[in-house]
């Protein structure tokens, strides 16, 4: 319980799955399909490949650390939601999980639309061709700049965050001769992790207007007055890294009956409602992620089931899988630098990376998975620690794992499932430069984004 900085963070640490790392896996080389990227595998050398390019070759044209992300995977997950949800919902990818351009197009071209919460997202959209029309504008602090911005480009919707708000984009639209889409976001009080979840009557959190104590139902009041707004939904988003679905449930219920009580109120029945991400992926072999086609079905039928009990028609749904698009499409290529027995406890191995490539292990308690990638070992496994290059002993890649015990300076290890949360949340601590995310697809590599370099960062420094 040392932090709480994040709802899937350190306080449902007590939950994870039993027999998670308490032995080392059967075989070490393996590589379960469940944490690595569709085309990952070994060559008949034991060097791991993916796209059809072998990790050597990787870390020889662009340096280590790096981001290797699988395009035919990213294309075949974001297909999987598209396809999943059909025509009647809508999937907008999370772009806070990882944006580039490239992804953008992929994006636009596999039929997905996009959320951004931040001015840069949103020009980063526009930029790779991505249609307004099919960008939601998410965030509890959008400034005026941001709004107008959005207002102006013709955004598909606004999620509104609170009061203020409310009347903030009803007053730039106006001013602008606009009618915006928006939605309003509201908290259920349903706190949902990894695991579990929990029904409350609040949340106490900064996103969102609560359900709880009429503030929602206040909310859609003055929206619905409003010439700038077309209110078109009710916008919940439950968690990170879920994988019951039953929160979504107590969710959609609660959402529902807000719809029901604005029919009876206003005689509106409002068309959308949006259910949010947090859907989990497997960083480890202990977590086990439901399809796409099973959330979609399971989400659909909630909907429809808590509809029809209310007499209302079934809005059409929308869903913001970030994490469960991008995460395990990437892996981070790391060099070994140094090998540290510490007698009786573990082995540190500390890479060329750390907290400024990931930092979610510091600041969740994130739990990783890692891999002996340049070579196959047949030496007996230890019980290792994946640390990073700075100055900060908190500075942990991977807290728990089995390493071959032979490992050495000059290997390459690789941590899956890091597309999501690692490139996006990216420092540049102790002035380490932003590692590349190198994109690999049938038997070639590209960079998307390139590594950052010293000059980048004194480029900022003007003295
Ligand atoms: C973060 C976030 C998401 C995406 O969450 P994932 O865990 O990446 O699926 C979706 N919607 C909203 C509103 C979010 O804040």
Request: with cysteine.
């Amino acid at each position: 319980m040392s932090r709480s900085a994040h709802p899937a963070g350190p306080r449902h640490a007590d939950v994870l799955p039993e027999g998670h790392y308490s032995a080392p896996p059967a075989d070490l080389n393996a590589l379960d399909a469940k944490v690595w990227a569709q085309t990952v595998s070994r060559d008949e050398h034991g060097v791991v490949t993916v796209g059809g390019v072998d990790v050597k070759a990787l870390a020889e044209e662009h340096g280590t650390p790096a981001y290797v992300l699988d395009e035919s995977d990213f294309r075949a997950r974001a297909r999987a939601w598209r396809t999943a949800f059909g025509a009647d919902a809508d999937v907008f990818y999370a772009g806070k999980a990882f944006l580039s351009r490239a992804v953008v197009r992929w994006l636009h071209e596999e039929g997905l639309n996009l959320d951004v919460c931040s001015g840069g997202e949103l020009a980063t959209a526009l930029s790779a061709g991505m249609p307004a029309d099919r960008i939601a504008l998410h965030g509890n602090n959008k400034s005026t700049q941001e709004i107008e911005r959005a207002i102006r480009a013709g955004v598909g919707r606004i999620v509104l965050d609170s009061f203020q708000e409310i009347v903030r984009v009803a007053h730039i639209a106006q001013s602008l001769g606009k009618r915006q889409r928006v939605q309003i976001r509201i908290t259920v009080g349903v706190e949902a992790h990894t695991h579990e979840f929990i029904a409350t009557a609040h949340e106490d959190q900064k996103f969102g207007i609560p359900l709880a104590g009429g503030q929602a139902a206040e909310a859609v009041r003055r929206a619905l007055k409003l010439d700038g707004l077309e209110l078109i939904g009710i916008h919940s988003h439950i968690g990170s890294q879920i994988f019951d679905m039953s929160g979504f449930e107590v969710a959609a219920h609660r959402v529902v009956g807000l719809l029901k009580a604005i029919r009876d109120e206003h005689g509106v029945e409002l068309p959308e409602i949006d259910l949010g991400g947090g859907l989990g992926i497997a960083y480890t072999s202990a977590d086990d992620p439901r399809e796409p086609h099973e959330i979609a079905k399971a989400l659909t039928e909630i909907v429809t089931r808590e509809c029809e009990a209310a007499r209302l028609r079934t809005p059409r749904i929308s869903v913001e899988p970030g994490r469960a698009i991008v995460g395990p499409t990437a892996f981070t290529l790391y060099e070994v630098g140094t090998v540290k027995p510490l007698d009786g406890l573990r082995t540190y191995v500390s890479v060329d990376g750390g907290m400024s490539d990931n930092i979610r292990t510091a600041l969740y308690d994130a739990e990783y998975s890692v891999a002996l990638v340049s070579r196959t070992s047949d030496a007996p496994p230890m019980l290792a620690r994946v640390v990073g290059k700075h100055c900060e002993s908190g500075d942990i890649v991977v807290k728990d794992a089995f390493l071959p015990g032979d490992l050495a300076p000059g290997d390459l290890i690789a941590v899956p499932a890091t597309g999501a949360y690692c490139r996006s949340m990216a420092s540049n601590y102790n002035h380490v430069p932003r590692p590349p995310v190198v994109v690999v697809a049938d038997g070639a590599s590209r960079v998307i984004v390139r590594r950052e370099t010293e000059e980048d960062l004194l480029r900022l420094d003007v003295g």
